[in-house]
C-alpha cells in the first residue's frame, strides 16, 4: 500500500515570505496528490490538487508541484498572511482504484506578522 | 444546500462500551470514508465505502465496523472502547468513481475513560 511521509512538521515564517512543504510517496501508479488546509478547530479543506499528467499547478499565491520520478510533490505558498497559519496535509490514493486517500502527518505553519 | 454532518459533536463514554458514530451527506455521494486525527499522526483511514453494501479496511481498522445500507449514511461502531480510541473522529465523502476532492464533516470528538 501507499506510504505518504510530509516534511517540516511545524515550519515558522514572516508574513511575506515563502513557505514550502515536501510530500514524498511510495507507489510509483498513485496519479492524483491533494493538499488540504486545517485552521484550528476546523475541519479539513481542500485548497488545491495535482494529477500525474501535469507538472505544475498555480491557484493564486498556492502552487504544487510534481516529480513523478523522484516521487515527491510540493506546496508552495508565496506572500505569506496571518490567515495561512493552519496544519497543511497532503495526501496520496491509498491504491490502484484511486478514491480512498492517505494522508501524511501534516505541518504545522505559523505566520508571524 | 447539500452538507455532511456528523452526530454526536462530543462523546465520553467507558471503556468496554458499544460506541456508534453517524455520518450523513446529502450530496448523493457515492465514497464514504471515516478518519481518526491524533497529534504527531495526522489523519488516519480506519474505514470506506464506495456505495450501498461495499465496506472496506483502511490503515487503522482494528476495532471498528461500518456498515452501508443508504446512499446517505456511513456509521462507524466501536465494538468495545478503548481508551487508545479517544480521537476526533472525521467522516468525508466524495463523489466518484476516481479520485476528487473530499468533503469533511464537522468532526466527533470522543473520549474513552
Known amino acids: 500500500g501507499e506510504n505518504v511521509e510530509q516534511h517540516p512538521s511545524t515550519l515558522s515564517v514572516q508574513e511575506g515570505d515563502s513557505a514550502v512543504i515536501k510530500c514524498t510517496y511510495s507507489?510509483?501508479?498513485?496519479?492524483?496528490f491533494p493538499w488540504y488546509k486545517q485552521e484550528l478547530g476546523k475541519r479539513p479543506q481542500l485548497i488545491i490538487d495535482?494529477?500525474?499528467?501535469?507538472g505544475e499547478k498555480k491557484d493564486q499565491r498556492i502552487a504544487v508541484t510534481l516529480n513523478k520520478t523522484a516521487k515527491h510533490f510540493s506546496l508552495h505558498i508565496t506572500e505569506t498572511q496571518p490567515e495561512d497559519s493552519a496544519v497543511y496535509f497532503c495526501a496520496a490514493p491509498l491504491n490502484q482504484a484511486g478514491t480512498a486517500l492517505i494522508f501524511g502527518k501534516g505541518t504545522t505553519l505559523s505566520v508571524s506578522s | 444546500d447539500a452538507e455532511i454532518t456528523q452526530s454526536p459533536r462530543h462523546k465520553i463514554t467507558e471503556t468496554g462500551r458499544q460506541v456508534t458514530l453517524a455520518c450523513h451527506q446529502t450530496?448523493?455521494?457515492?465514497?464514504m470514508f471515516w478518519y481518526r486525527q491524533d497529534l504527531g499522526h495526522g489523519l488516519r483511514l480506519i474505514h470506506y465505502s464506495y456505495g450501498v453494501q461495499d465496506t472496506n479496511k483502511g490503515e487503522v481498522s482494528d476495532g471498528y465496523s461500518v456498515s452501508r445500507s443508504n446512499t446517505e449514511d456511513l456509521p462507524l461502531t466501536l465494538e468495545s472502547a478503548a481508551s487508545s480510541q479517544t480521537s476526533v473522529y472525521f467522516c468525508?465523502?466524495?463523489?466518484?468513481?476516481?479520485?476528487?476532492?473530499?468533503?469533511f464533516g464537522p468532526g466527533t470528538r470522543l473520549t474513552v475513560t
Open positions: 495535482i494529477r500525474s499528467n501535469v
Open positions: 468525508a465523502s466524495s463523489v466518484g468513481p476516481g479520485p476528487y476532492e473530499q468533503y
Open positions: 450530496w448523493n455521494h457515492n465514497n
Open positions: 507507489d510509483s501508479a498513485s496519479n492524483y
